[in-house]
């Protein structure tokens, strides 16, 4: 079975610019998170799809924003950039349920600059 | 919000010595617990996980130990060998609550 799939695995943009991201879960998983990586702040939620639905959100500006297709797979956006959001951005999926094992995909590195 | 608490940020012990990382954290309605580890460059990998009904688990050479009373669990690794060397990750869930919060991470390098 596949894993988590995420592109691109590299970015560049400057700032002011908007960025999209991909996901493709594993297959027959309905859930999508999105963690931002960084040095400073370790792994940090921003927000969690389920069947096209936003269920949980983390503690991140409007400029985030995500959404999931009805074959599960999910796309993150980030609009405006700003310096700081250089990170890596991991996608995980799970079959949705109550503690379900998060599985991660690679990742895509953002650097802003 | 849940705060979860890892400690050491860096380990390092001789190979075959055991390594144990310690994590606590604040929400009482937390029940699920995973550790993950990172190599360079690579995703985070689940390695092994304990529910809040379960005091202990292990796999192989790693096991995990939950105390739900203190608030802590502890990831152990025993008979280290140079590629357990990495990133370790704990975490919590809370019941309905579908996100992990993470500790900040422990980098445990395993000398030969």
């Known amino acids: 079975k596949a894993g988590v799939t995420q592109t691109p695995r590299y970015l560049i943009k400057t700032r002011g610019q908007q960025v999209t991201l991909s996901c493709s879960p594993i297959s027959g998983h309905r859930s999508v998170s999105w963690y931002q990586q960084t040095p400073g702040q370790g792994l940090q939620f921003l927000f969690e799809?389920?069947?096209?639905?936003?269920?949980n959100k983390g503690n991140f500006p409007g400029r985030f924003s995500g959404r999931q297709f009805s074959n599960s797979r999910s796309e993150m956006n980030v609009s405006t950039l700003e310096l700081g959001d250089s990170a890596l951005y991991l996608c995980a999926s799970s079959g949705g349920g109550v503690n379900e094992k998060l599985f991660f995909g690679s990742g895509t590195q953002l650097s802003v600059l | 919000g849940e705060n979860v608490e890892q400690h050491p940020s860096t380990l390092s012990v001789q190979e075959g010595d055991s390594a144990v990382i310690k994590c606590t954290y604040s929400?009482?309605?937390?029940?699920?617990f995973p550790w993950y580890k990172q190599e360079l460059g690579k995703r985070p990998q689940l390695i092994i996980d304990?529910?809040?009904?379960?005091g202990e688990k292990k796999d192989q050479r790693i096991a995990v130990t939950l105390n739900k009373t203190a608030k802590h669990f502890s990831l152990h690794i025993t008979e280290t060998q140079p590629e357990d060397s990495a990133v370790y990750f704990c975490?919590?869930?809370?019941?309905?609550?579908?996100?992990?919060?993470f500790g900040q991470g422990t980098r445990l390098t395993i000398n030969p």
């Open positions: 799809y389920f069947s096209e639905t936003q269920r």
């Open positions: 929400d009482s309605a937390s029940n699920y």
């Open positions: 975490a919590v869930q809370s019941q309905g609550a579908q996100k992990l919060v």
């Open positions: 304990i529910r809040s009904n379960v």
